[in-house]
């Protein structure tokens, strides 16, 4: 168990809706990072927070957004979902150095 | 431009011998290097890492060489287990701490 939660395990949803993913990082951690792994592809990274503010961006499109509240935990927000948007999403939390440590990830399906 | 190449997609090695996982990096301001393991359809999991500062790092059965001329690292599994057989990603970061990942390498256990 890394200490990373992520809700909700598994998502199906109808092309053009709007979802919402939601990360609690490690307790201590600022940084949060998502991914994306499509069919047996690599990670992509989409984008980092880091104590509440964008720190990095990704291969993010535009249709998605994200935020970290103050109380760290973050949201994915996914709209006008289209077929290709299948995939698993990830969060990942960080501390002081590099080592990120991943939650287990919403399936998301998009039919 | 990928900054880290894992040139293996897959890898299949007997059980009880050495597995050697490689990876190489273009970025000379990479200073921090990590390996991480994954099962299907979960989060990756923090294997090793090592400081560019070193050229060794060992913990149990893990242990990660750094070759800086070279820009090359490996990681070697000694011996391999049936419980290795995962997508081993490697990443590199900078100073501003921005993991860069490999496509990963699929590891194949053979009993």
């Known amino acids: 168990d890394s200490g990373v939660t992520q809700t909700p395990k598994h998502l199906i949803t109808a092309t053009g809706q709007r979802v919402t993913l939601r990360c609690s990082p490690r307790?201590?951690?600022?940084?949060v990072y998502w991914y994306q792994q499509s069919l047996d592809q690599g990670l992509q990274f989409l984008i980092q927070?880091?104590?509440?503010?964008?720190?990095a961006k990704g291969n993010i499109l535009e249709r998605f957004s994200a935020q970290q509240f103050p109380d760290l935990h973050s949201e994915l927000n996914l709209s006008s979902l289209e077929l290709g948007d299948s995939a698993l999403y990830f969060c990942?939390?960080?501390?002081?150095?590099?080592?990120?440590?991943f939650g287990p990830g919403t399936r998301l399906t998009v039919t | 431009d990928q900054q880290v190449k894992q040139n293996s997609p897959s890898l299949s090695v007997q059980e009880g011998r050495i597995s050697i996982l490689n990876c190489d990096y273009t970025?000379?301001?990479?200073?921090?290097f990590l390996w991480y393991k994954k099962y299907p359809a979960e989060g990756p999991t923090f294997l090793i890492s090592?400081?560019?500062i070193k050229d060794k790092n060992e913990d149990g059965r893990f242990t990660v060489f750094l070759n800086k001329s070279a820009k090359h690292l490996s990681l070697h599994i000694v011996p391999s287990q049936p419980g290795d057989s995962a997508v081993y990603f490697c990443?590199?970061?900078?100073?501003?701490?921005?993991?860069?990942w490999g496509a990963g390498t699929k590891l194949i256990i053979k009993p």
């Open positions: 990942a939390s960080s501390g002081v150095r590099d080592e990120q440590y």
């Open positions: 307790s201590g951690d600022l940084s």
């Open positions: 927070y880091y104590n509440g503010e964008e720190r």
């Open positions: 970025n000379s301001m990479f200073d921090y």
């Open positions: 090592i400081s560019s």
């Open positions: 990443a590199a970061s900078d100073s501003n701490y921005q993991l860069i």
